[in-house]
């Protein structure tokens, strides 16, 4: 496993009980107690860390690359997904996938961005970095889930959409617009989650929905805490203060009102436990999409509309 800066006094302890692990082989050693005594501590010590993680450290576990991505909860949670590529206008863009399956009974479609797990992935979907046809493939699929009367759910971890001469050209900005004005026009369930990052508009083109929620250790922000402090102070060094400006904690958020719910991360937060954080997100998707479903498409826009309209309109205690 690969441990953040933050989290040295844990692996160090960690690495003991492994050792120590190799060593009880040894029949003529019994040290099953001493490895118990260094499990329990090390549990203690992740649950203190974990409890009072300040929005960088917070920042830095929502990107750790061992973080369960898009394409593990569609392989945990979705049976016969089948994936549909293209925008129809220019191709196919591997940073957002996207696709038909089914969910808890529930014929659904999913939308997400995909980072990467090595080198050569992470190159070949752009890092979760969506060109324009990303988002207008995105569009299609909606119009498509709206045809068949189908609920759509979207999952968004992306430092922000790709900035490059490219996808400028081919008109970056005005594909992330109509993507939320068509997130915001379907009239079919819309449940979005952030797991990761959530970046700029490339994040809330997929998630302008009737539900959104956060995982308890995802940061959702208009500029990432490096361009904040680039802009702000004219060095990336500033990135913490950033960081603690920008309010872009899971639960900053909800007291902001800019999303419905917090869903608990497994002690040390997800890259630890994957099963566990997708199975708690699964449930709580399972459950809002069984009350989303009796709901009549125009009721349905109007929830989504709302959401923000009331923004800003919420306070920090």
């Known amino acids: 496993m690969r441990f953040l800066d933050f989290e040295k006094p844990i692996a160090e302890l960690e690495g003991k009980i ?53 394409s593990d909860y569609i392989g945990r949670l979705v049976e ?11 191709g196919e863009d591997p940073a957002v996938i996207g696709g038909l399956g089914r969910f808890r009974g529930y014929s659904t479609v999913w939308i997400g961005h995909e980072k990467g797990r090595d080198l050569n992935t992470r190159v070949q979907h752009n890092f979760g970095m969506a060109r324009p046809e990303g988002y207008r493939k995105a569009q299609r699929l909606m119009r498509l889930a709206e045809r068949f009367r189908l609920p759509v759910i979207t999952l968004v971890d992306t430092p922000g ?16 617009a109509r993507t939320i004005e068509t997130c915001l026009d379907l009239r079919v369930p819309v449940i979005s989650a952030v797991i990761g990052e959530g970046g700029s508009g490339g994040a809330i083109a997929l998630a302008a929905a009737n539900r959104v929620f956060m995982l308890e250790h995802a940061i959702y922000s208009v500029i990432s805490p490096e361009g904040c402090a680039s802009i702000l102070w004219r060095s990336g060094d500033q990135a913490k203060e950033a ?3 920008l309010r872009l904690t899971a639960q900053d958020l909800h007291k902001l009102g800019v999303i419905h719910e917090v869903v608990t991360e497994p002690l040390g937060a997800a890259h630890r ?27 349905l826009k109007r929830q989504r509309r709302q959401l923000f309209l009331d923004m800003g309109q919420h306070g920090l205690q």
């Open 273 to 299: 436990d994957h099963n566990a954080a997708i199975d708690a997100l699964g449930e709580r998707v399972a459950a809002e999409l069984e009350i989303l479903a009796r709901e009549d498409g125009a009721a």
């Open 18 to 70: 492994e050792e120590l692990r190799h060593l009880s082989g040894d029949e003529n050693v019994n040290i099953a107690e001493e490895v118990q005594r260094l499990q329990a501590k090390a549990e203690r010590m992740l649950r203190q860390t974990y409890a009072r993680l300040t929005p960088w450290q917070k920042c830095q576990v929502a990107r750790h690359p061992e973080r369960p991505h898009f």
């Open 243 to 245: 960081a603690e400006a």
């Open 161 to 176: 959409a790709y900035p490059g001469v490219g996808a400028e050209e081919r008109g970056q900005a005005e594909a992330i």
């Open 80 to 90: 016969d997904f089948t994936p549909l590529a293209g925008d129809r206008l220019y």
